[in-house]
């Protein structure tokens, strides 16, 4: 079992930015996955970005604005979101695979393992 406890967000202008965090615990592996989806009321939840020990995803949405990333002496894992615009308002989940994430255009979310209930972000215009 592993658990994911999101935080970091909140209501922001934008061109704002915001940083998440994900904090893990639990049973983990030294080999492992963890990534960021978001989701509006009515819609599909989307996928954001992933990153296996160093290497990185991101979905066309994120490029060149968002920045994923991972601590592990700490079991957290981050997203620093900066150039916010109001389509980015949504409901972020962190997720946990138990091993590395293979190279695609699109994960769904029956690719992870575990998730955590959300930080919600809202950006205003």
């Known amino acids: 079992q592993v658990n994911l406890e999101e935080s970091g967000g909140g209501s922001v202008q934008s061109g704002g930015s915001l940083r998440l965090s994900c904090k893990v615990s639990g049973y983990t592996r030294s080999t492992f996955c963890m990534g960021w989806w978001r989701q509006v009321p009515g819609k599909e939840r989307e996928w954001v970005a992933i990153?296996?020990?160093?290497?990185?995803f991101y979905a066309d949405s994120a490029k060149g604005r968002f920045t994923i990333s991972r601590d592990n002496p700490k079991n957290t894992l981050y997203l620093q979101m900066n150039s916010l615009k109001p389509e980015d308002t949504g409901m972020y989940y962190c997720?946990?695979?138990?091993?590395?994430?293979?190279?695609?255009?699109?994960?769904?979310?029956?690719?992870?393992?575990?998730w955590g209930k959300g930080t919600l972000v809202t950006i205003s215009s």
């Open positions: 997720a946990y695979k138990r091993r590395y994430c293979g190279r695609d255009d699109y994960y769904d979310m029956d690719y992870m393992d575990y």
């Open positions: 990153i296996n020990s160093v290497t990185t």
